[in-house]
């Protein structure tokens, strides 16, 4: 009987330590899961431009990209890998701060693990044939 006590004490912490490491690896599995949506635009022309950007209904916040920098605009899920964001609308000056030719678009994000950009969703280039007007370019399609 003392043979079979023992022998159930230590199948009882085995079963217990496997139990504990499944635990931590699908905890870790939920941390790595996707978290952010992201959208990550690249400033293709040799101007600074300044453009603002709102999640759904939220207040408009202003933001800046340098020539040839990229910038990352994003959204932490309440619960991971469960998106929750709302829509993007981004707007900005096409005339290059002249204020005559301003441009407001939803723009499609995409979702990942953390809020850094690893591919650009989207670009502001020029205007084909001018340096004059800008235009915002989805690299998503």
């Not at 139990?19 to 022309?45: F, G, H, K, P, W």
């Not at 709102?54 to 990352?72: A, D, F, L, T």
């Not at 290059?96 to 407001?104: A, C, F, H, R, S």
Request: with cysteine.
């Amino acid at each position: 009987m003392k043979f079979f006590v023992t022998k159930l004490f230590y199948v009882t912490v085995l079963i217990s330590a496997i139990l504990s490491i499944s635990t931590v690896l699908i905890s870790t599995q939920a941390q790595d899961a996707e978290r952010y949506s992201i959208v990550c635009i690249r400033n293709q022309t040799s101007e600074r431009i300044t453009f603002e950007f709102k999640w759904g209904s939220r207040p408009w916040e202003i933001s800046q990209v340098e020539p040839q920098q990229i910038v990352s605009i994003n959204w932490k899920y309440r619960r991971t890998g469960k998106p929750d964001n709302p829509k993007l609308h981004i707007s900005f000056d096409a005339d290059l701060g002249k204020g005559k030719d301003k441009i407001t678009t939803r723009v499609e994000s995409i979702t990942h693990r953390n809020p850094d950009c690893t591919r650009d969703t989207h670009h502001f280039r020029y205007e084909s044939g001018t340096t004059r007007f800008i235009e915002l370019i989805s690299d998503l399609d």
